[in-house]
């Protein structure tokens, strides 16, 4: 984009969002070939000669390598499983019922403790933890794809509706997942595996100085998260608030940055943002977006002046996509002029109406010209959110974000360990009470706090107080920033349920 066409779009943007801020109210795999049923070989138990009277024998249909390449796995035409060499066994509290006879198994995917059996219909069960099995082109019969959409325009929907109608298909667990980001340091990375590949974090933030072998760890995660891959956050402003400085090169600060043309600033960001891609990041918790240099901002802020951050945080916004980067804008509703730092403690921001005049026009004006993500502060604003900070406030986010401002993107928390959080509630707690108010992605610490987040959100739907149709929309969100299309993850066992790589993940 050219610096006219750059500052055309801008301009148009920050018109419309004065004039809507004057007039806002207050606000798994199916095969296509039947197997055939290999020789069947009877074997007696350990001790007993094959030949003994009391010896009852047992069809061997396959025989597997145990958990590490240690000790064997035999699985019987019943289905039972006895070990050989090794204590572990696939675990399964409830096994699920065989159709058909078993005919043959395979084990689940590397570094996973499971198998599946295959059946004499042609159909596969998971039994254990089998890990994700990618559905290859081959394994799809023709037309799948094209089958999943036109069943969902067929219920009603348009295209644009199309990926999330195939998300409500997707696992329970896949789309609780989505909706968590752990914070960890680069060598802290190999605790998210686990995670990963049973989809329990849609992403990571990055947290701390990294090395140059950073990409090396990002893609080992990558590997088990597999056709639903993480986001990769970082927090890299410039100036003193940058996790990349000693590998990509510092940047100047926010304020720094307002002694540039706008059109210069759009260059670098491009430029830094395709740097970032090359290491695995593929998000950006920048730029701030707020007016004023108050507690905890200083020079993070473009200025004083809303139309001049309004301006340098869409160039912003606009390099950073361009260089394939998911850019977040911060935070809102504005914490240039907040009370208090929300690292330490609860803050406040000036009325509703002083927002609207101020704080809100870079908001409204790079919700206008672009795709943006928005993290949400822990900001409690007066005569709106009834003492509750933004991040857990429907009347913020639904209210004032979604409805007044128009963004139908992503929305993420600021980090719930954030003692503007911690002085009232658990991290868990604060999660629910996020995704139910309207954010997309609960910001967490390590994996014990993903974890419990996890838990907490499962209960929640369990109980009622988080809607499938809120959660829905959440994953949502978070796979369309990543680039994921739903639709592509949907498929059908051998049985005709729906799952994604696995039938024992059926949607509900």
């Not at 406040?348 to 908001?363: C, N, Q, V």
């Not at 928390?413 to 629910?432: F, H, K, P, Q, Y």
Request: glycine share 12%; net charge negative; charged share 20%.
């Amino acid at each position: 984009m050219t610096a006219l066409r750059r500052s055309l779009r801008f301009a148009a943007a920050l018109t419309a969002a004065a004039g809507l801020l004057a007039t806002a109210p207050h606000a798994t795999a199916q095969t296509s070939n039947q197997p055939t049923a290999p020789p069947l070989v009877t074997v007696a138990p350990d001790g007993l000669p094959a030949d003994a009277e009391t010896t009852t024998p047992v069809a061997v249909v396959a025989v597997l390598r145990g958990p590490g390449g240690v000790g064997y796995w035999v699985v019987g035409a019943d289905g039972a499983i006895e070990a050989v060499g090794t204590s572990i066994l696939p675990t399964a509290s409830d096994p699920p019922p065989l159709e058909a006879p078993v005919v043959g198994a395979r084990l689940g995917a590397p570094g996973a403790l499971g198998v599946w059996l295959l059946l004499a219909d042609g159909s596969e069960v998971a039994v254990g933890d089998p890990g994700p099995t990618v559905l290859t082109g081959q394994e799809r019969p023709l037309g799948w794809l094209s089958g999943v959409g036109v069943r969902q325009l067929l219920r009603g929907a348009w295209w644009n509706d199309v990926d999330r109608q195939c998300t409500s298909e997707l696992s329970l667990p896949v789309r609780i997942g989505q909706t968590i980001m752990a914070t960890l340091g680069e060598r802290s990375l190999g605790l998210a595996v686990e995670e990963a590949r049973d989809r329990r974090i849609g992403g990571v933030l990055v947290q701390g100085p990294v090395t140059e072998h950073v990409w090396r760890r990002i893609a080992e995660v990558q590997d088990f998260a597999g056709r639903v891959p993480l986001l990769f956050a970082v927090d890299e402003e410039g100036g003193r608030v940058q996790r990349l400085a000693e590998v990509l090169g510092r940047l100047p600060s926010a304020a720094a940055q307002t002694a540039m043309p706008p059109s210069e600033v759009a260059d670098r960001a491009a430029k830094h943002a395709r740097k970032m891609s090359e290491l695995g990041f593929t998000m950006n918790f920048a730029p701030v977006i707020d007016v004023g240099a108050g507690e905890g901002i200083g020079d993070r802020s473009f200025g004083d002046d809303p139309a001049t951050v309004a301006e340098y945080g869409t160039a912003t916004v606009e390099g950073l996509s361009a260089g394939g980067i998911v850019p977040v804008v911060k935070h809102f509703p504005g914490h240039g002029a907040a009370s208090a730092d929300t690292h330490d403690r609860a803050a406040a921001t000036a009325s509703l109406e002083d927002l609207r005049r101020r704080d809100l026009i870079p908001f409204a004006a790079v919700i206008g010209a672009t795709d943006a993500a928005v993290m949400v502060g822990h900001l409690t604003v007066p005569g709106l959110t009834g003492g509750l900070p933004a991040s857990l406030s429907p009347a913020a986010i639904d209210g004032v974000l979604r409805g007044d401002l128009g963004h139908s993107g992503l929305v993420v928390t600021d980090s719930l360990t954030m003692g503007a959080i911690r002085a009232r509630w658990t991290v868990n707690e604060a999660a629910v009470l996020a995704i139910v108010a309207g954010a997309d992605v609960a910001l967490v610490g390590g994996v014990e706090d993903a974890a419990a987040a996890f838990a907490a959100l499962e209960a929640a739907v369990d109980a009622g107080r988080l809607s499938l149709e809120r959660l829905d929309d959440a994953a949502t969100n978070v796979l369309r920033a990543k680039g994921v299309y739903a639709c592509t993850l949907v498929g059908r066992d051998g049985l005709g349920r729906t799952v994604l790589y696995d039938p024992t993940l059926v949607g509900r």
